[in-house]
């Protein structure tokens, strides 16, 4: 996988750059490479992503309460559920039409009315106040992996 970067020298902006190289590319090889169990007692290993992750870029395996990187946290997300959420909702409109969605529907994202007031008719898609918390390392999700956040905002349009 090319150079070895240690912690202590990798910044954020590199990190991702890093990271991007990843994209789009089956992280499973590289947890065998690093001999990171994807699966652990019949169940996937909820964590393997973010370790695989962190031993890509350098960081050696350890159970800190601290950031990973000094000033800043690798975050991994599954997009699995968000994707979920927001099929669920696609499906819901289809179904029943645009005023039958209400705010909830989805786990970690949900779509309602936006801007002020009763009676709105455009809808937006908003991050749920728990999955912010998460990504912010504000409030762990016992059922979400670590992953890398973007300057994320909170509602999806």
Do not use: C
């Amino acid at each position: 996988m090319g150079i070895l970067i240690t912690a202590q020298s990798l910044d954020r902006k590199e990190a991702v750059r890093r990271i991007n190289l990843l994209a789009g590319k089956d992280l499973r090889p590289m947890a065998d490479e690093y001999r990171i169990p994807v699966w652990k007692n019949g169940h996937e290993n909820k964590g393997w992503a973010g370790l695989v992750i962190e031993h890509y870029l350098g960081l050696p395996q350890n159970s800190r309460q601290a950031p990973d990187f000094g000033t800043w946290e690798l975050k991994v997300v599954p997009l699995h559920q968000v994707k979920d959420d927001y099929e669920a909702i696609r499906a819901q409109i289809r179904l029943r039409g645009i005023d039958s969605v209400t705010g909830d529907l989805g786990k970690l994202v949900q779509a309602r009315t936006k801007g002020r007031g009763h009676g709105s008719t455009t809808r937006a898609f908003y991050a749920r106040t728990t999955f912010v918390a998460h990504i912010l390392n504000l409030q762990k999700l016992v059922s979400m992996p670590r992953v890398l956040p973007g300057d994320a905002d909170v509602e999806f349009v």
